[in-house]
């Protein structure tokens, strides 16, 4: 059985919580933005979203059953509990995307790698505010 990778899990699972004053989407711009230019890309989303796939899928099968992604939603809970009333205003947005419901395309009760991946765009375009293609602070706080 694998184990889950909780340092990946920590810095992904939960995109948007604001740590001790820091602005809105500060940790998930620190934490996604895998070329530090401040800008989270398409391919970075896309890169990131493997990499917890992978941590999910326990059987190593190339799909998330129902029973994996209860483990993918306790620990996205989980996280939010821990820190607290600090998600800000967007995270019902980013979460969204992490969802069962929105990658499971095909209604099949399982969410293939290809699937997840797949739904990368679409998840872009629900955080991506201001329409300009990537994630940057400018998408984060009031609107």
């Known amino acids: 059985m694998k184990l889950f990778n909780t340092s990946l899990i920590a810095a992904v699972i939960l995109p948007v919580a604001v ?5 809105p989407g500060s940790h998930f711009i620190e934490n996604w933005d ?16 493997s990499d917890i796939f992978a941590s999910f899928d326990q059987n ?7 029973e994996e992604y209860v483990a993918f939603d306790e620990a996205r809970a989980s996280d939010v509990a821990e820190n607290g009333d600090k998600e ?16 499971d395309v095909n209604g099949d009760g399982y969410v293939s790698r ?4 797949d739904r990368t765009a679409a ?9 300009d293609g990537q994630v940057t602070a400018a998408d984060f706080g009031k609107k």
């Open 88 to 103: 800000g205003k967007g995270e019902k947005r980013m979460q969204k995307g992490m969802q069962m419901d929105f990658n």
């Open 123 to 131: 998840w872009l375009k629900i955080i991506d505010r201001n329409g």
């Open 114 to 117: 290809q699937e997840f991946l």
């Open 34 to 49: 895998l070329d530090g230019n401040g800008a989270v890309t398409l391919a970075e989303l896309t890169e990131r979203r």
């Open 60 to 66: 190593d099968d190339g799909r998330l059953s129902a």
């Open 19 to 23: 740590w001790a004053g820091e602005a």
